[in-house]
């Protein structure tokens, strides 16, 4: 008897899994190749089409610079929010950018805060239908993003936020059918992979934000297609690891690469994550452009003056599919502080400390250093400041790799930023942590 009711309790279990899975099976768009982009199912997998021809994307996500994207064989920037989007547009065309463009959209971490807020979803509705009517006609729009690094719960039924979250896609396709829309996910995740199979069948493509998981990305998608069919995909961040991820020294500061090791680290994870994988529809590289993120250099392919890193020459290459230009440009090797390389040394206060830049070729052309000093941002959290409200010493266009300073006063972690720039468009960088203590307290 006991046997049987075993029996009939996995057999139910079993049928009521087929059904959640029936009733959420991908349920996507009917492709409609007259639209200027859509994806269609071939024998060898997804293939994106714009303009009646295929396209692969190959670009970055960040924030102008397209002259420098085009002259590096990239094809896309995807631009994290609608300020300025006609003067982006624009540039975009100008220069044969294709142009994805995020939509931000509240966290839904609280369900209840935003999305059971129905005055607040019609503002919503009405803000994204204004904008989608806006530019959809634009040349150089490729996808709407709908929210970037949103959590998609894996849940039996619909919650507040993936109700309206469909009820945007929807939208989204009603006032403009010839483009896509894309959501991206922080890392790779297959819980939220798989709830935004079952949870949002209209949603065009996934997006994945990958850096270090980047190396679970066809085991997750494989995955998922044992449960359901998989949904086309892209890459839409990637780069060296996140300082969430990075090591640390003693006082948890993060460790950061230099600007050059950064060059071979990018290629390394396209050639052995990306350029491998056929179903992976295109990849966005990050940061194009400047911003601070563990560091005020951790993510920077190009400066606040628009120079350019050795990641861009190795992007370019990459692109192309052509060697690596042999042009004459700042390499860093090392850094050293009081001749050594130490992550983690103390100082006494108001002593000397000497830091050298030793660089990898001989320098045969004009450099400039610029040193600075910041307070650490403790845990990441406090670099999310803008930078120069941490730093406290700067000496800027030294034309010597090597320089002294005088040991802060007050207690703490601190952090030694150089920029070297050079007379034709380039930079490197690099930084070397440090803690001050004074010992008499």
Known sequence: ??????????????????????????????????????????????????????????????????????????NTLRVYDTLNLQSLLDEAHRYGIALIVDIPLPTNESNDTYYADKEYILKIKRDIRNLVRRYKDHPSLLIWNLGNELYFP???????????????????????????????VVGVSRSQTLSIHLMAPKLDIIGFNAFGNITRLKTVMNAVGWITKPKPYY????????????????????????????????????????????????????????????????????????????????????????????????????????????????????????????MLDTITHNLSFDWKIYKEGWGLHEWIAEPDTLKISDIKNSFSNTVEFNVPEEDGPYRIVVSVQDDAGNFATTNIPFYVLNHDR
């Open 235 to 358: 890459i839409t961040e990637w780069g060296n690891h996140g300082p969430w991820e990075s090591d640390t020294n003693l006082w948890k500061a993060v460790l950061e690469p230099t600007s050059t090791a950064k060059g071979e680290i990018y290629k390394d994870i396209y050639l052995t994550y990306i350029d491998p994988d056929s179903d992976c529809l295109g990849s966005l590289a990050f940061y194009w452009g400047y911003k601070h993120e563990g560091t005020p250099t951790w993510f920077n392919i190009l400066d606040e003056e628009g120079r350019k890193s050795e990641v861009y020459y190795y992007l370019k290459s990459l692109w192309t599919r052509t060697q690596l230009e042999d042009t004459p440009r700042s390499k860093i090797q090392n850094i050293l502080l009081n001749n050594t390389e130490m992550n983690h040394q103390v100082f006494a206060p108001e002593n000397v400390m000497t830091v050298q830049l030793n």
């Open 1 to 74: 008897m006991k046997s049987r009711i075993l029996i009939f309790f996995v057999i139910s279990i079993a049928i009521l899994i087929f059904l959640y899975i029936y009733m959420h099976r991908d349920r996507g768009r009917v492709v409609d190749p007259t639209h200027t982009v859509f994806i269609k199912n071939t024998e060898d997998g997804f293939q994106l089409n714009r303009n009646g021809s295929p396209f692969h994307i190959k670009g970055a996500g960040g924030l102008g610079h397209m002259k420098e994207l085009a002259e590096a064989g990239g």
């Open 154 to 184: 894996l849940v039996a039924r619909e919650n507040n936020f993936i109700k309206v979250f469909n009820q945007l896609v929807d939208l989204i396709h009603e006032e403009d059918p010839d483009h896509l829309v894309s959501t991206t």
